[in-house]
């Protein structure tokens, strides 16, 4: 409980709930909001202090850091720029690079003929130590057949496939979130079932070929995602699309309606 506590009051200082310098709630009010113990409270507070989000000043309260580093600078790059900042500042670590059979799932994205090969690659991404990011990849043999697990620790993969003479085109984008599996959350290093952000992308080439399927999952405790539409690009795909399953709305309800009965 106190990791949601935590998550809600930084996503609060992200987007300028509480500003820098000023005051959060007092414990007492975090307590009766969150219905919790003055532990839990305590022990939010603290690890918002530990990644230095916050300064607790005896006797007078829990106080933002002035001067916070939010990101917004970032929203000047390009797609390829952000792909480029990603890989300067981070560093990576290959967990599997393997050819293998697409999977269903993957294939629908692809459209690779059988029997078709993919070049199937995980990496997490590594900031001190910490674990950011797992990146993984899938790209079509014939294209990604000379990629290497030395080349993978040297260079992002949309590097090396530029190198190879991949020209890219369109990219579609997804961002959902998914709860950290036993596998995902041993490379995150987080609890299981962790709120993670979820981004997938279909990367195509200048023909408008299919080229990579690339998924990147995220905690909320160290990242987030950053846009910038157009404004003549407000009312289109860039601008991004709320999309609902109506075939789960009814079974969500149901399920509800047995809990509660």
Known sequence: MHRQIFLVLKDGIA?????PGTALPKEEALVQLFGVARATVRRALADLEAEGLVQRRHGSGTYVTENLTTGANLSAL????????????TDVRVVTLET???????????????????????????????????TEAWVPADIGKDITTAALKRSPMYALLNAMGVRFGR??????????????????ECDLSTALIRMSRVMHDHTGRPVMYVTAHLTPRYSRILMEVPGDAIDTLSAGHIIH?????????????????
Not at 15 to 19: D, F, L, S, V, W
Not at 245 to 261: E, F, I, N, Q, W
Request: charged share 20%; hydrophobic share 40%.
């Open 245 to 261: 399953d109506p075939s789960l709305v009814g079974s969500a309800g149901t399920r509800s309606k047995r809990s509660r009965a």
């Open 100 to 134: 293998i059979a697409p999977p269903p799932g993957i294939n629908a994205f692809l459209r690779i003929p059988r029997p078709g090969r993919v070049v199937h690659a995980v990496r997490v991404r590594v900031a001190s130590d910490t674990p950011l990011m797992i």
């Open 171 to 188: 990219v579609v984008q997804e961002i959902s979130a998914e709860s950290a599996d036993p596998y995902r959350a041993k490379l995150l």
């Open 15 to 19: 987007q300028g709930t509480y500003a």
């Open 78 to 89: 390009s797609f390829i720029d952000e792909l480029k900042h990603t890989a300067q500042s």
